[in-house]
Nanobody
Framework: QVQLVESGGGLVQAGGSLRLSCTVS????????TGWFRQAPGKERLFVGS????????DYAGSVRGRFTLSRDNVKNVVYLTMNNLKPEDTAIYYC?????????????????WGQGTEVTVSS
């Protein structure tokens, strides 16, 4: 059974940093992809970034490129989303997702497994 558990959310002031973690269990296919998405109150869920496990290929949404960084620990099966220079508009529930296929990228329908989300609030 595949499970994804996000952690690391919280309240931070604008300009601050947070690191989110996505612990993946039950999915060990080396060509899998993990993505991060976020959903602000009253808005649709949007792509944040994705990383391939095989070659660490990463992709970012334009709104976070240069501020957010994805990395992964293949031994622990954890994907990290390090968020710097946070802005109030980054406030959202952040979800990680995974699929046993490479290059899922920004396509939500490509992901088979989703976590429950972790809330990030950025105060101005």
């Amino acid at each position: 059974q595949v499970q994804l558990v996000e952690s690391g959310g919280g309240l931070v002031q604008a300009g601050g940093s947070l690191r989110l973690s996505c612990t993946v269990s039950g999915l060990y296919y080396r060509y899998s992809s993990t993505g991060w998405f976020r959903q602000a109150p009253g808005k649709e869920r949007l792509f944040v970034g994705s990383i391939d496990w095989s070659d660490s290929r990463v992709d970012y949404a334009g709104s976070v490129r240069g501020r957010f960084t994805l990395s992964r620990d293949n031994v622990k099966n954890v994907v990290y989303l390090t968020m710097n220079n946070l802005k109030p508009e980054d406030t959202a529930i952040y979800y990680c997702a995974a699929v046993a296929a490479p290059m899922a990228g920004p396509f939500q329908s490509a992901y088979d497994y989703w976590g429950q989300g972790t809330e990030v609030t950025v105060s101005s």
